[in-house]
């Protein structure tokens, strides 16, 4: 009876037991962090309880994402993959908006460009049968899209206010001359944009080049052909070019109506800190 008992706790926790004995590899290599600690506390950086406490944020956020991947994943129903979209949008909508936080509306002007961005590249890669509609596709592709649309967006939002207030004269003088907001912050738009995109396209260039990709390199080592691993990275690089500079320009046009009044006029208050 006492057999049986074990026996049946193995095989109903054999996941739990799968996952400690993977975490041994894992577990060892918190000997860099302890190294990284120890260099810290010798030239006195005072920054030993930030990576302590990043380092066990990061197992921790990690572990319960790959439980909660591992129960989507078998439940391969599609409407997971939209709540699960919606959640990391919300999230990346927040984090962009605190990073362009003299933006009026920050968050929801980030999240909606966030959506636009990624949805409409999601939804080609889909009509085009790049990629097919399941979990355990659709939502680490969206994490990608997502998370690059994230940096892109809250990048030209804070560069956009910054690069008006800073010619603020220069645009007020074009809106007096009868220009409209768009026509009076054509410079800065294009400015804001060349420098939030710079980053993603400088990354396509030098790709393959410098260090292997992150899909490419999980491909790699997961026992993937490396024809199929540079298959996979020229399709992740080509979604991360089209949803940045959708999301990056999408967020422009939501951040006039924030600068200017229905008079053409800039909004004083936004550019004043």
């Given amino acids: 009876m006492d057999l049986e008992w074990v026996a049946a706790f193995f095989k ?3 996941w739990l037991i799968m996952y400690l004995e993977g975490m041994v590899k894992p577990a060892a290599a918190l000997a860099v962090v302890l190294l990284a600690v120890a260099l810290s506390y010798s030239q006195k950086l005072s920054l030993e309880s930030d990576m302590i406490y990043s380092v066990t944020r990061s197992f921790l956020q ?3 994402i790959g439980f909660v991947l591992q129960f989507i994943f078998n439940q391969e129903n599609a409407g997971w ?3 699960a979209y919606l959640f990391m949008v919300s999230v990346a909508g927040y984090t962009a908006g605190q990073r362009a936080k003299h933006v009026p509306r920050g968050k929801y002007v980030a999240g909606v460009s966030i959506l636009a961005g990624t949805s409409i590249t999601m939804f080609l890669l889909v009509a085009l049968n ?6 355990r596709y659709m939502i680490p592709v969206t994490g990608m899209m997502v998370g690059n649309a994230m940096t892109v967006t809250g990048v030209t939002m804070k560069q ?3 690069n008006i207030k800073m010619q603020q004269n220069l645009v007020e003088t074009a809106l007096a001359l009868g220009a409209t907001p768009r026509q009076a912050t054509l410079q800065q738009v294009k400015r804001a944009l060349v420098i939030s995109l710079s980053p993603v396209l400088d990354n396509c260039k030098t790709v393959g080049l410098i260090s292997l990709p992150g899909a ?3 491909m790699i080592m997961g026992g993937a052909s490396p024809l199929e691993a540079i298959q996979l990275q020229i399709v992740v690089m080509n979604m991360m ?3 940045a500079t ?3 320009i999408t967020s422009t046009y939501l951040c006039w109506p924030s600068f200017f009044t229905k008079a053409y006029q800039l909004q004083t208050h936004v550019f004043s800190t």
């Fill in 130 to 135: 790049v990629f097919p509609f399941t979990p």
């Fill in 241 to 243: 070019v089209g949803t």
């Fill in 62 to 64: 990690l572990s319960v």
């Fill in 246 to 248: 959708v999301s990056s």
């Fill in 160 to 162: 956009l206010r910054d």
């Fill in 12 to 14: 109903n926790y054999e």
């Fill in 216 to 218: 490419m390199t999980g």
């Fill in 81 to 83: 993959i939209v709540l």
